[in-house]
């Protein structure tokens, strides 16, 4: 089966511009998940949809941030304006579920995100 | 909230020996435990994981993990490492008990396997 599909891969920016990362999940997988991850760093979770609803923002800055999963397939995630700490890694992943039963969750290969 | 914590920062092994890769953790409930490795310029790979059952756990890659309660480990072990093994590894953990609970990921081990 096909794997989570990110694009652009690298977007180098300057600070104050806006930029959008796009993701496609696994064909089937109701739940998305957006992270960041800062050199040195694991993953640090931004925004978790549950098919086209929004279960976990909590760490998502929304004052420069935004996401959305329309028709609950693939979603797109927006900064604006950038900030020269938001750059990192921006990690797409799909899993079947998201609730109690553990599901595994599958990665993109990221959007490297560098702001000048 | 639940946390990671991987007090390595790299592990090196020779060729050939048994690697071992730290992990503790800290729920308030039962945990589900979960090891990725990250090789460069690419998203994680799911490597294993532990919901319940057996302690010992087998995965891909030839990579197993022992969960131990009472010590709150979930360590990450290969009993020949390969130098395709050299890579970036994470630990996770979400609680079993709150079904949306975000999964934390630790800081990562970088392991170097020397030929």
Redesign the interface.
């Known amino acids: 089966e096909a794997g989570v599909a990110q694009s652009p891969r690298y977007k180098i920016i300057e600070k104050r511009q806006s930029v959008a990362f796009w993701c496609n999940p696994i064909s089937g997988h109701a739940t998305l998940y957006w992270y960041q991850q800062i050199l040195g760093q694991g993953p640090k979770l931004l925004i978790q949809f549950q098919n086209n609803g929004v279960v976990d923002d909590s760490q998502l800055p929304k004052d420069r941030f935004s996401a959305e999963r329309l028709k609950g397939v693939d979603s797109t995630l927006k900064i604006q304006p950038a900030k020269l700490e938001d750059s990192a890694v921006y990690l797409c992943a799909s899993s079947q579920g998201a609730g109690a039963a553990g599901y595994e969750q599958y990665f993109g290969p990221g959007t490297r995100l560098t702001v000048t | 909230a639940q946390s990671?914590a991987q007090p390595e920062d790299q592990v090196n092994v020779a060729e050939g020996n048994p690697l071992t890769v730290k992990c503790t953790y800290s729920v308030s409930g039962n945990p589900?435990l979960?090891w990725?490795v990250q090789y460069p310029?690419?998203?994680?790979?799911?490597l294993l994981?532990y919901?319940t059952g057996d302690n010992l756990v087998k995965g891909s890659y030839g990579f197993e993990a022992e969960f131990n309660k009472s010590q709150t480990s979930f360590h990450l072990k290969k009993p020949s490492a390969l130098v395709s093994d050299s890579a970036l590894y994470?630990c996770?953990v979400?609680d079993?008990?709150?079904?949306?609970n975000?999964?934390a990921?630790?800081?990562?081990n970088q392991v170097v396997v020397i030929p």
């Open positions: 990671v589900y979960f990725y310029n690419r998203g994680l790979q799911f994981k919901i994470f996770a979400r079993a008990l709150r079904g949306n975000r999964l990921f630790g800081k990562g």
